[in-house]
């Protein structure tokens, strides 16, 4: 509810009858301040006030006539016109305010003057006097000339002056008396009234001061007043209090200021009583000292007025404050009710078995307490209520509503509970019922099956087994006396159709144990009765023998578009029996029945044409493929955050939903915004689509990440794909594939796109055009091998150091190999009879690392393979024979100066020349920075001639030889070669190790067995199995999940994980980690293989080459 509605609550009447008070006192105030101030202030004429020029000393003349004095002045008839004027103006309006249509009397005290002057004088008075002027009596001058020619003068002028205003000539003081009474004359006339310029200066300075500041106060009062009664209120509490604040504030301003004028006016009535106000001839104090009275009366006043008015005000502020955060606090009880009301209508009381009961009981205990906590703070709001209600606060109505409704909410919510309570407690106690009369029945049949034939034979047995069998009886549940129809009739509100058939088959079950104890009773009962020869009784059987479970497979993909490509990624399970090397199976789900990769029309084959509807399919499909990322991303990635799904996903699945679902936003991101964009402007120009291709080239990288993703994102998938989140989504989304088949899209994609560029380049005759798609074509395929070559390199396992600093991986690919080493030359004569090791080789930038291949995670299809660390030979020592005798897919890696000679036997001849194309362009870019640096430092070397003899064979030497086959020799033994045969063989300089020449290898065994993949390996390796063991090696701690292991540690081995690491248990240090088994091999040795003889032989895997 906003401020305007509850500020309709309060009922206003009050507080605008003060307002109007207020004003009212405030108008009356002002009145008076007209009435008893002068237009003319006393600082406007203030210095010729003080002059003396005129004054008013008090005296009256006859018929009250008011006198002012206009003494000697030297500068009169310097004084302006308008100031002269403006001082008549002030004197006369002082008693005319008090005394409208006062006469005045004007003394004019020209005894030392001349006649010029009084005649000047008298001109001016005539022309600036605005009062009602009465009498004019002049003092002339008192010497005997200038007295002589006033009075001929005066004779002369008098008929003018008299014209104007009444003018009497004085000859003496003594004849001012004839005018004016001793008493209403100043002591300077012969006069005995008491007067002080000085002072009277003073008290009219003092109380014009009074009625200003009056006014300024009731000003301030009547503008504060307005503002409070126009004051729009807000529905923020924070800002109520605020206004409170300042209108406190400002009121004890205002009031200060009040104090501090009444005391300035009670100061002034004193001054006023001082100076004679009883005294009737001071009648113009006793005006004055009236006239303070007055404005303090009415200042009083309306003072009163304002403090009713700012309580009224206040106290309506306070209480809508008061209804600001009742209204919260209304609310948020309400939304806590609310909210346990849902969490109420929620809790499902369909339950079926005793566990489900008391699970839902236990929520439901828990949803009580909270509950019983959230009323009783309810409870508090009402009672707060009840309170602001007794106060009279003016929103009473509103606030009792609002009680009711609180008390509505708490009843329904109580009411519900204790229903569902009410349920859960009789569900809980009819399945305790049926699962005690189930036990029974169990027990029953133990009991009959449990009697042992030969001791119930006799008659005492027989009896025996009698008792025994009542005595179960007399156990029966209570709930198996009544029949099913009275159980349904004491049940009827919580039975459900499935407890109904729980309960028919517990009755059944009793029905038939019955049975079996009856035909037990009666076959005893003959027994103890006759003695018959012994018959052997066969334990009941099962009624109800448990099924085993057959596994269910279900496809997930219907049938569709299918092709593969080698990527060693946990994909989709085409086939669980199949023993070969998984690959991924790429579906298209389209519903369009048509193939995307062959593309014909009916009698006509242009292949403008042609082109134009492949282009149409790659816009087309590159549009579905958006949507269905954006589908993914909206249905399952940002449902995440939907706090009504929230109950539904696990914790841990929200805090990796990046390993879920990769850098896909990153993906759809570029084709929705980037890419599409670019292929929809290629739709009339097909010829056009290879340069966008080869322009995003770069943003394609993006792809290796999620497929190196891909293995996490799979296996979190299976930990939780039966996790009813997804089948939620999946249901909203009305998708028949499940998540998993939409995260496939992106790799399916990838491989699409290099079909559909062959079919364009297939179309287009162009030579230009023709040579941008196939450098998209190669783009695409080259992405795709270092999708290929990025994934088998994550499942390299063992290795010390970090990947990434070898550069990017080249090519990668299993071989058989052969290792020679020079300090043994012996060794291969014998290693040759033997058959080879099966190698997978990884070739980076700056180094080759030789890996064993192991199928060790996972079980049927999702096995995946990793690849065991065994060799790494840095590129800058490495050298090459490209031709071996006796195989032509056979060549040669040797190392350091041919310390390690590795014969290594591609699967292809194509294979093989890949490889060494690739080595060559390695070793030739070596060379080549070698020979920069070279000449940076001013050093020519010579590393292009041709040894032509043997003496010069210890130089820089080829690290890439052609050998001939014709001469190959049977020994390995090392013999010197021709010169001739030196010249033939084609060589290159080596990188910066010193090497001998190649000399030629022996034959090696021909025929298939020679070659075929074996076991063999130059060391025993044992499969570790978890247990106790020594370690007989230090170890270093590699990575932050590791552990630091010393010669002569106890340690136990507890786990491998799918990254084919060991969790390790460091005994004698207190220390758990990862270790590698490859480092676990180095660690153990030997005690391996002694903790494995003591284990099953099974676990014992030997692999020999030869021993020396």
Same mark, same amino acid.
């Given at each position: 509810?906003?401020?305007?509605?509850?500020?309709?609550?309060r009922e206003?009447k009050e507080?605008?009858?003060?307002?109007?008070?207020?004003l009212?006192?405030?108008s009356?105030?002002?009145?008076t301040?007209?009435?008893v101030?002068?237009?003319?202030?006393?600082?406007?004429?203030g210095?010729? @006030?003080?002059?003396q020029?005129a004054?008013?000393?008090?005296?009256?003349?006859?018929?009250?006539?008011?006198?002012?004095?206009?003494p000697?002045c030297s500068?009169?008839s310097?004084?302006?016109?308008e100031?002269?004027?403006k001082?008549?103006?002030?004197?006369?309006l002082?008693p005319r305010?008090?005394?409208?249509?006062?006469?005045?009397?004007?003394i004019?005290?020209?005894?030392?003057?001349?006649w010029?002057?009084?005649?000047?004088?008298?001109?001016?008075?005539?022309?600036?006097?605005?009062?009602?002027l009465?009498?004019?009596?002049?003092?002339r001058?008192?010497?005997f000339f200038?007295?002589?020619?006033?009075?001929?003068g005066?004779?002369?002028?008098q008929?003018?002056?008299m014209?104007?205003?009444?003018?009497?000539?004085?000859?003496?003081?003594?004849?001012?008396?004839?005018?004016?009474d001793?008493n209403?004359?100043?002591? $300077?006339?012969?006069?005995?009234?008491?007067y002080?310029?000085?002072?009277?200066?003073?008290?009219?300075?003092a109380?014009?001061?009074?009625?200003v500041?009056?006014?300024d106060?009731?000003?301030?009062l009547q503008?504060?007043g307005?503002e409070?009664?126009?004051?729009?209120?807000?529905?923020?509490?924070?800002?109520?209090e605020?206004?409170l604040e300042s209108?406190s504030?400002k009121?004890?301003k205002?009031k200060?200021?009040?104090?501090?004028?009444?005391?300035e006016?009670?100061?002034?009535l004193?001054?006023l009583?001082?100076?004679g106000m009883e005294?009737?001839?001071?009648w113009d104090?006793?005006?004055?000292w009236?006239?303070?009275?007055?404005?303090?009366?009415q200042?009083?006043?309306?003072?009163s007025?304002?403090?009713?008015f700012f309580e009224?005000h *206040?106290?309506?502020?306070?209480?809508?404050?008061?209804?600001?955060r009742?209204?919260?606090?209304?609310?948020?009880?309400?939304?806590?009710?609310?909210?346990?009301?849902?969490?109420?209508?929620?809790?499902?009381i369909?339950v079926?078995?005793?566990?489900?009961t008391?699970q839902?009981?236990?929520r439901?205990?828990s949803?009580?307490?909270?509950?019983?906590?959230?009323m009783?703070?309810?409870?508090?709001i009402?009672?707060?209520? *009840?309170?602001?209600?007794?106060?009279?606060?003016?929103?009473m109505a509103?606030i009792?509503?609002?009680c009711?409704?609180l008390?509505?909410?708490?009843?329904?919510?109580a009411a519900?509970l204790?229903?569902?309570?009410?349920?859960l407690?009789?569900?809980?106690?009819?399945?305790?019922c049926?699962g005690?009369?189930q036990t029974w029945?169990?027990d029953?049949?133990?009991l009959l099956a449990?009697?042992l034939?030969?001791?119930?034979?006799?008659?005492?047995?027989?009896?025996a087994?009698?008792?025994?069998?009542?005595?179960?009886?007399?156990?029966?549940?209570?709930m198996l006396?009544?029949?099913?129809?009275?159980?349904a009739i004491?049940y009827e509100a919580?039975i459900?159709?499935?407890?109904q058939?729980?309960i028919?088959?517990?009755?059944?079950?009793?029905?038939?144990?019955?049975?079996? @104890?009856?035909?037990?009773?009666?076959c005893?009962?003959?027994?103890?009765?006759k003695?018959?020869?012994?018959?052997?009784l066969v334990?009941p059987?099962?009624?109800?023998?448990p099924?085993s479970?057959?596994?269910l497979f279900s496809?997930?993909?219907?049938?569709?578009?299918?092709?593969?490509?080698?990527?060693?990624?946990?994909?989709k399970?085409a086939?669980?029996k199949?023993?070969?090397?998984?690959?991924?199976?790429?579906?298209?789900?389209?519903?369009?029945n048509?193939s995307?990769?062959?593309y014909?029309?009916?009698g006509?084959d242009?292949?403008?044409?042609l082109?134009?509807h492949?282009?149409?399919?790659l816009?087309e499909?590159?549009?579905?493929?958006v949507?269905e990322?954006?589908?993914?991303?909206?249905?399952?990635?940002a449902e995440m955050?939907?706090s009504?799904?929230?109950?539904?996903l696990?914790?841990i699945?929200?805090?990796?939903?990046?390993?879920?679902f990769?850098?896909?936003? $990153?993906?759809?991101?570029?084709?929705s915004?980037?890419f599409?964009?670019?292929l929809?402007g290629?739709?009339?120009?097909p010829?056009?689509?290879?340069?966008?291709?080869?322009?995003?080239?770069?943003?394609f990288q993006?792809y290796?990440c999620?497929c190196?993703?891909?293995?996490?994102?799979e296996?979190l998938?299976?930990?939780?794909?039966?996790?009813g989140f997804?089948q939620?989504c999946?249901k909203?989304?009305?998708?028949?594939?499940g998540?998993?088949?939409?995260?496939?899209?992106?790799v399916q994609?990838?491989t699409?796109y290099q079909?559909?560029?062959?079919?364009l380049?297939?179309?287009?005759?162009?030579c230009?055009?023709?040579?941008?798609?196939q450098?998209?074509?190669?783009?695409?395929?080259?992405?795709l091998?270092?999708?290929?070559?990025?994934?088998?390199?994550i499942?390299?396992t063992g290795?010390e150091?970090?990947?990434?600093?070898?550069?990017?991986v080249?090519?990668?690919?299993?071989?058989s190999v052969?290792?020679?080493?020079?300090?043994?030359p012996?060794?291969?004569?014998?290693?040759?009879?033997?058959?080879?090791?099966?190698r997978?080789?990884?070739?980076y930038e700056?180094?080759?690392?030789?890996c064993k291949r192991?199928?060790e995670?996972?079980?049927?299809?999702d096995?995946?393979?990793?690849?065991?660390?065994?060799?790494c030979?840095?590129?800058?020592?490495?050298g090459?024979?490209?031709?071996?005798?006796?195989?032509?897919?056979?060549?040669?890696?040797?190392y350091s100066?041919r310390?390690?000679?590795y014969?290594?036997?591609?699967?292809?001849l194509?294979?093989?020349?890949?490889w060494l194309?690739?080595?060559?362009?390695?070793?030739t870019n070596?060379?080549k920075?070698?020979?920069?640096?070279?000449?940076?430092?001013?050093?020519?070397?010579?590393?292009?001639?041709?040894?032509?003899?043997l003496?010069?064979?210890?130089?820089h030497r080829?690290?890439?030889s052609?050998?001939?086959?014709?001469?190959?020799?049977?020994?390995p033994? *090392?013999q010197?070669?021709?010169?001739?045969?030196?010249h033939?063989?084609?060589?290159?300089?080596?990188?910066h190790?010193?090497?001998?020449?190649?000399e030629?290898?022996?034959?090696?065994?021909g025929?298939?067995?020679a070659?075929?993949?074996?076991d063999t390996?130059?060391e025993?390796l044992?499969?570790?199995?978890?247990?106790?063991?020594?370690?007989?090696?230090?170890?270093l701690?590699?990575?932050?999940d590791?552990?630091?292991?010393?010669c002569?540690?106890? @340690?136990q081995?507890?786990?491998?994980?799918?990254?084919?690491?060991w969790l390790?248990r460091n005994l004698?240090?207190?220390?758990?980690g990862f270790i590698a088994a490859?480092s676990?091999?180095l660690?153990?040795?030997d005690?391996s293989?002694?903790h494995s003889?003591?284990?099953?032989?099974?676990n014992?895997?030997v692999?020999?080459?030869?021993?020396?």
């Amino acid at each position: 509810m906003g401020p305007a509605s509850l500020q309709e609550e309060r009922e206003p009447k009050e507080e605008m009858e003060s307002y109007h008070c207020l004003l009212q006192a405030g108008s009356q105030l002002e009145s008076t301040l007209q009435q008893v101030t002068v237009p003319v202030s006393l600082k406007e004429v203030g210095g010729y @006030i003080e002059k003396q020029v005129a004054y008013l000393s008090g005296g009256r003349g006859e018929d009250s006539s008011v006198i002012i004095t206009l003494p000697e002045c030297s500068a009169f008839s310097d004084i302006p016109e308008e100031a002269l004027a403006k001082v008549f103006t002030y004197l006369t309006l002082i008693p005319r305010t008090r005394q409208p249509g006062v006469k005045f009397i004007i003394i004019l005290d020209r005894r030392l003057d001349t006649w010029a002057s009084i005649k000047t004088a008298l001109a001016r008075i005539a022309a600036s006097f605005p009062g009602n002027l009465h009498l004019v009596l002049v003092l002339r001058p008192t010497s005997f000339f200038h007295r002589t020619v006033t009075d001929i003068g005066f004779r002369f002028s008098q008929e003018d002056f008299m014209l104007k205003m009444p003018v009497v000539m004085l000859s003496s003081v003594t004849d001012l008396l004839h005018y004016i009474d001793e008493n209403q004359l100043t002591s $300077e006339f012969g006069g005995t009234l008491d007067y002080c310029h000085s002072d009277w200066i003073v008290l009219r300075t003092a109380i014009e001061s009074f009625a200003v500041t009056v006014k300024d106060i009731a000003q301030m009062l009547q503008g504060f007043g307005t503002e409070l009664a126009e004051t729009e209120l807000s529905d923020e509490a924070k800002a109520i209090e605020c206004l409170l604040e300042s209108h406190s504030d400002k009121y004890k301003k205002l009031k200060d200021a009040i104090r501090s004028v009444s005391r300035e006016g009670r100061r002034l009535l004193s001054n006023l009583e001082t100076t004679g106000m009883e005294d009737d001839s001071q009648w113009d104090v006793k005006l004055d000292w009236e006239t303070v009275q007055r404005l303090l009366a009415q200042l009083r006043d309306m003072e009163s007025a304002f403090d009713g008015f700012f309580e009224k005000h *206040h106290l309506k502020l306070h209480q809508y404050l008061q209804l600001l955060r009742y209204e919260q606090s209304f609310q948020e009880m309400e939304l806590c009710l609310e909210h346990l009301m849902t969490q109420e209508r929620e809790l499902s009381i369909s339950v079926n078995t005793l566990a489900q009961t008391e699970q839902a009981l236990k929520r439901l205990d828990s949803l009580e307490s909270n509950a019983h906590e959230v009323m009783a703070r309810a409870q508090i709001i009402i009672l707060h209520g *009840h309170q602001l209600s007794a106060g009279h606060h003016y929103a009473m109505a509103l606030i009792m509503q609002r009680c009711n409704e609180l008390r509505h909410h708490c009843d329904t919510l109580a009411a519900a509970l204790k229903t569902k309570h009410s349920v859960l407690l009789q569900t809980h106690q009819l399945l305790l019922c049926l699962g005690q009369a189930q036990t029974w029945c169990d027990d029953g049949a133990y009991l009959l099956a449990n009697q042992l034939v030969d001791k119930f034979q006799s008659k005492e047995g027989a009896q025996a087994a009698l008792r025994d069998i009542e005595r179960f009886l007399e156990g029966a549940p209570s709930m198996l006396s009544s029949g099913v129809d009275i159980l349904a009739i004491e049940y009827e509100a919580v039975i459900t159709t499935q407890l109904q058939a729980q309960i028919e088959k517990t009755f059944d079950k009793h029905a038939a144990v019955q049975q079996m @104890i009856q035909n037990r009773q009666a076959c005893l009962r003959k027994l103890a009765d006759k003695h018959i020869r012994p018959v052997q009784l066969v334990a009941p059987r099962n009624e109800n023998p448990p099924r085993s479970k057959s596994p269910l497979f279900s496809p997930k993909h219907g049938d569709g578009l299918k092709f593969t490509f080698d990527l060693s990624l946990p994909g989709k399970r085409a086939s669980r029996k199949s023993p070969n090397p998984r690959k991924i199976e790429v579906i298209h789900d389209y519903q369009e029945n048509r193939s995307c990769v062959s593309y014909s029309l009916d009698g006509d084959d242009n292949p403008d044409l042609l082109k134009r509807h492949v282009m149409r399919e790659l816009i087309e499909t590159e549009r579905i493929y958006v949507e269905e990322l954006l589908s993914v991303l909206l249905g399952y990635r940002a449902e995440m955050d939907n706090s009504a799904l929230s109950g539904l996903l696990p914790p841990i699945l929200r805090s990796k939903r990046d390993i879920l679902f990769g850098n896909m936003p $990153e993906i759809y991101n570029f084709h929705s915004r980037v890419f599409l964009q670019d292929l929809e402007g290629c739709l009339e120009t097909p010829e056009g689509v290879g340069a966008c291709f080869l322009k995003r080239k770069e943003s394609f990288q993006m792809y290796e990440c999620y497929c190196q993703n891909k293995p996490r994102s799979e296996a979190l998938w299976r930990q939780f794909s039966d996790c009813g989140f997804f089948q939620e989504c999946q249901k909203k989304l009305e998708h028949k594939l499940g998540l998993d088949s939409y995260l496939l899209k992106p790799v399916q994609r990838l491989t699409k796109y290099q079909l559909l560029l062959k079919e364009l380049l297939k179309y287009n005759t162009d030579c230009e055009d023709a040579s941008e798609l196939q450098g998209a074509l190669t783009a695409m395929l080259d992405l795709l091998k270092s999708v290929n070559d990025s994934m088998h390199q994550i499942a390299i396992t063992g290795y010390e150091g970090d990947l990434c600093e070898l550069g990017r991986v080249l090519m990668q690919g299993s071989f058989s190999v052969w290792i020679s080493h020079k300090k043994g030359p012996t060794r291969m004569k014998e290693l040759a009879r033997f058959k080879p090791m099966q190698r997978h080789l990884f070739l980076y930038e700056r180094a080759l690392l030789l890996c064993k291949r192991r199928e060790e995670h996972g079980d049927g299809c999702d096995k995946t393979p990793s690849y065991s660390f065994k060799h790494c030979l840095k590129m800058t020592a490495v050298g090459i024979t490209e031709n071996v005798k006796g195989d032509v897919k056979k060549f040669e890696i040797w190392y350091s100066g041919r310390e390690e000679v590795y014969v290594v036997q591609a699967p292809t001849l194509e294979v093989k020349m890949a490889w060494l194309n690739e080595l060559r362009r390695i070793l030739t870019n070596q060379q080549k920075l070698l020979r920069d640096e070279a000449y940076q430092h001013g050093q020519m070397v010579e590393h292009m001639q041709p040894s032509p003899s043997l003496s010069e064979s210890k130089q820089h030497r080829a690290s890439v030889s052609s050998e001939d086959t014709e001469s190959g020799r049977s020994s390995p033994d *090392h013999q010197p070669h021709s010169p001739k045969h030196q010249h033939n063989r084609r060589s290159w300089p080596g990188a910066h190790h010193s090497v001998d020449i190649c000399e030629g290898l022996e034959e090696w065994p021909g025929g298939r067995d020679a070659f075929h993949p074996s076991d063999t390996e130059e060391e025993v390796l044992v499969q570790l199995s978890p247990g106790r063991y020594r370690a007989l090696a230090d170890c270093l701690q590699n990575g932050p999940d590791s552990i630091i292991i010393k010669c002569g540690d106890v @340690i136990q081995l507890q786990c491998e994980d799918n990254r084919g690491r060991w969790l390790v248990r460091n005994l004698s240090r207190r220390q758990e980690g990862f270790i590698a088994a490859a480092s676990l091999q180095l660690i153990l040795g030997d005690s391996s293989r002694e903790h494995s003889s003591r284990l099953d032989p099974g676990n014992l895997r030997v692999r020999k080459l030869s021993s020396p």
